[in-house]
């Protein structure tokens, strides 16, 4: 017993809350936090009977507290970035965007294959787990810029996050931006955690593949994602300005291209600009509103 007491005397200061491995550290209980208690604030209570605060604060002694533990703090990055992640990709603009309000009026001569497309996606959504069975998503293609893409792409996103699927929406761009991000030293988070993500995710969207100029490390980080998806069957929807042909002579001696064959079942959007048509009708609109003669 006076041994316990000499001890206490010495070290005072006790961690309650065991190290686990939950904690990636290994100095909290993986709640994120350390428990401490002060014994010789506790021997003062003992002598007292009771804890008198004034004592405790008499003493400068606190007898139970928490600090943050270092994995706190790196987890408080992990969510940020994950929050980052999940709706950098999704523009406002389509965040209400659902099949019910895809309209294919202003692909003009090309209507008949913008509503193709669109039915394509409607069954894509409708069989989800057939496409996920047999690991498949699409790649939506079209030379011109503002053909809808990227509004069928995150129509569709939208559509299976309502039905309950964890979707990651990201564009092109950001995906090595979000890998180089993790060379800086205080990011918190590893190049390979980041890859990871997306080669994990249960629904991967890559919005407007291609636009980069194409780098080795481009082609090997494209690579490594969509090898793995393939390996795991795991549903990813590409979109690009070129077709997966073209792709081959892009990145990694067509070795994306081949991975993303085997992930991906072409869908093409007209060679229109939607967008171009879409604002043109709303002018018309305004116009007419603005110029028509004052009774
Ligand atoms: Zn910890």
């Known amino acids: 017993m006076k041994d316990v007491q000499n001890y206490y005397a010495e070290n005072p200061i006790e961690q309650i809350n065991k190290p686990s491995d939950e904690c990636p550290f290994h100095n909290c209980d993986g709640s994120g936090?350390?428990?401490?208690?002060?014994?010789?604030?506790?021997?003062?209570?003992?002598?007292?009977?009771?804890?008198?605060?004034?004592?405790?604060?008499?003493?400068?002694?606190?007898?139970?507290?928490?600090?943050?533990?270092?994995?706190?703090?790196?987890?408080?990055?992990?969510?940020?970035?994950?929050?980052?992640?999940?709706?950098?990709g999704i523009p406002k603009l389509f965040a209400n965007a659902r099949f019910q309000n895809f309209s294919t009026k202003y692909a003009g001569e090309n209507k008949e294959i913008a509503t193709i497309a669109k039915t394509a996606a409607i069954n894509y959504v409708s069989n989800f787990n057939v496409m996920r069975q047999s690991g498949k998503g699409l790649y939506i293609y079209s030379e011109?810029?503002?053909?809808?893409?990227?509004?069928?792409?995150?129509?569709?996103?939208?559509?299976?996050?309502?039905?309950?699927?964890?979707?990651?929406?990201?564009?092109?761009?950001?995906?090595?931006?979000?890998?180089?991000?993790?060379?800086?030293?205080?990011?918190?988070?590893?190049?390979?955690?980041?890859?990871?993500?997306?080669?994990?995710?249960?629904?991967?969207?890559?919005?407007?593949?291609?636009?980069?100029?194409?780098?080795?490390?481009?082609?090997?980080l494209l690579y490594s994602i969509f090898d793995y998806r393939v390996e795991h069957k795991l549903p990813t929807i590409v979109t690009s300005n070129k077709t997966i042909e073209e792709m081959s002579d892009m990145y990694s001696d067509?070795?994306?291209?081949?991975?993303l064959k085997k992930l991906c079942?072409?869908?093409?959007?007209?060679?229109?600009?939607?967008?171009?048509?879409?604002?043109?009708?709303?002018?018309?609109?305004?116009?007419?509103?603005?110029?028509?003669?004052?009774?």
């Open 254 to 259: 067509g070795r994306v291209s081949s991975r």
């Open 144 to 220: 011109t810029k503002g053909s809808g893409k990227t509004r069928l792409s995150v129509t569709i996103a939208n559509e299976l996050i309502d039905n309950g699927e964890s979707v990651l929406v990201v564009k092109a761009t950001n995906v090595s931006k979000e890998v180089r991000k993790t060379y800086n030293k205080d990011s918190g988070v590893g190049e390979l955690e980041i890859i990871k993500e997306f080669q994990q995710s249960p629904v991967l969207i890559i919005d407007d593949i291609a636009v980069e100029k194409p780098t080795d490390f481009i082609g090997e």
């Open 33 to 88: 936090f350390l428990w401490f208690k002060d014994w010789s604030a506790a021997t003062e209570i003992q002598k007292n009977g009771k804890l008198d605060d004034e004592i405790v604060y008499k003493s400068d002694k606190k007898f139970e507290w928490k600090e943050p533990c270092k994995c706190y703090e790196q987890r408080q990055k992990q969510v940020e970035h994950k929050r980052n992640l999940a709706t950098a």
């Open 265 to 295: 079942i072409e869908v093409y959007m007209p060679e229109e600009s939607m967008r171009d048509r879409e604002s043109e009708y709303e002018n018309n609109q305004l116009e007419e509103l603005l110029f028509k003669e004052a009774n």
